[in-house]
């Protein structure tokens, strides 16, 4: 639940449990460094396993007959076979001097900021909370405007006085800083299409796939939206209207089931712009609505806490950790953050009432079923 993966650890000694004979190198550098996909490395490697009784030939012969990148892939497939070969049962990682002289892509520059915002946080904020809070504006802008990027910045203005009531160092407006842009730009249906038919989400499907010169290449989006996630979307009554109702709720689920929109279409490209258009209606949708109460609750604990227990306010600031994604995910980290505050809420008395909540979303973040975070509420009730 945290950033998304497993504990590495976790994974190779579920693998050398699990596989008759374990190989490990880093495929994804080999490719890169190669200029192929991984699944070219993917293909050596199961040839220089030996688990399959097809000759070296073969598998070259498979290559060069699908024509995408034969050169490239050739070689990437070639250099995986021979890391495969020397490398079974040993369970390290193969070197690859080649991948460690890939260049890598220089970072774009950062658009900047409307003179007033940039003003703004030059002169309110903290200095060390200034980077965070210039990306978060940005961010605000790229997700809706820059009056919602004002916003932000109002919402920031608010901690600033709590760093000298609490004389805890600024960590507070910088935790807040980070986790307010993540928060304030929560995932809905509209920012997930925005983001599918970005041109920069086009580019890199290119640089991921290699295409041959001349050769078309077809993305179709694999969506399965819920019907919290439409309702989300629309006006906040008729929302509201729709999730307590029966019959519109029942007809609306026939909308549910997974559907494959190919963006690379024209007419799969409008359904995805149009939705994404809908950012400038973003203010008045249920999600909206009830993201903003969320944030406004968070804001007014920190605020409150942070008079009487600094620390306690910083660990509260960063459950946002929790907040993430959309759909069945975005519902189990959130219920997850809000057992962990009630249960900050009745114990903020307490000395290790700081330790405590940063022991639970240590718990939290553990899983995504929130069985650590349930057993360790259980053990200290």
Request: with cysteine; glycine share 8%.
């Amino acid at each position: 639940m945290g950033d998304g993966r497993v504990d590495s650890r976790q994974v190779r000694a579920l693998a050398r449990e699990h596989a008759k004979r374990y190989i490990e190198f880093d495929m994804q550098a080999m490719a890169d460094a190669n200029g192929s996909v991984i699944s070219a490395a993917m293909l050596g490697a199961i040839c220089g396993s030996g688990a399959l009784p097809f000759a070296v030939e073969q598998y070259v012969e498979a290559i060069r007959s699908s024509g995408i990148e034969a050169e490239s892939s050739t070689r990437t497939f070639d250099a995986a076979r021979r890391a495969a070969a020397t490398r079974a049962d040993a369970g390290l990682p193969a070197a690859s001097s080649a991948a460690a002289e890939t260049p890598m892509e220089a970072s774009p520059a950062r658009p900047s900021l409307p003179a007033a915002l940039e003003e703004r946080i030059r002169t309110r904020v903290p200095a060390t909370a200034q980077d965070l809070a210039r990306e978060g504006a940005r961010r605000m802008i790229d997700y809706q405007d820059p009056a919602y990027a004002g916003l932000y910045l109002d919402r920031l203005d608010a901690i600033v006085p709590l760093e000298r009531a609490g004389s805890g160092g600024f960590e507070l407006i910088e935790s807040v800083a980070r986790g307010l842009a993540l928060w304030m730009s929560f995932e809905d249906t509209i920012r997930v299409a925005d983001l599918k038919i970005r041109t920069a989400r086009a580019r890199r499907v290119l640089q991921e796939v290699r295409p041959s010169p001349g050769q078309l290449v077809q993305v179709t989006e694999f969506m399965k939206p819920r019907v919290e996630e439409i309702c989300g979307t629309l006006p906040v009554a008729l929302g509201k209207w729709i999730l307590r109702s029966t019959a519109p709720r029942r007809w609306l689920t026939r909308l549910t089931g997974g559907r494959q929109i190919a963006t690379s279409s024209i007419s799969g490209f409008l359904q995805l712009y149009w939705l994404a258009g809908l950012r400038r209606w973003r203010r008045r949708t249920l999600r909206y609505s009830l993201e903003q109460a969320r944030i406004g609750r968070w804001l007014d604990l920190i605020g409150r806490m942070a008079r009487q227990n600094y620390r306690l306010a910083v660990e509260i600031a960063d459950c946002q950790q929790l907040i993430k994604g959309y759909g069945a995910t975005h519902e189990r980290g959130a219920a997850s953050f809000d057992a962990i505050l009630a249960d900050a809420q009745a114990r903020q008395s307490r000395a290790d009432a700081a330790d405590r909540v940063r022991a639970l979303r240590t718990a939290a973040l553990a899983d995504d079923q929130g069985i650590a975070l349930s057993e360790a509420l259980a053990a200290a009730s």
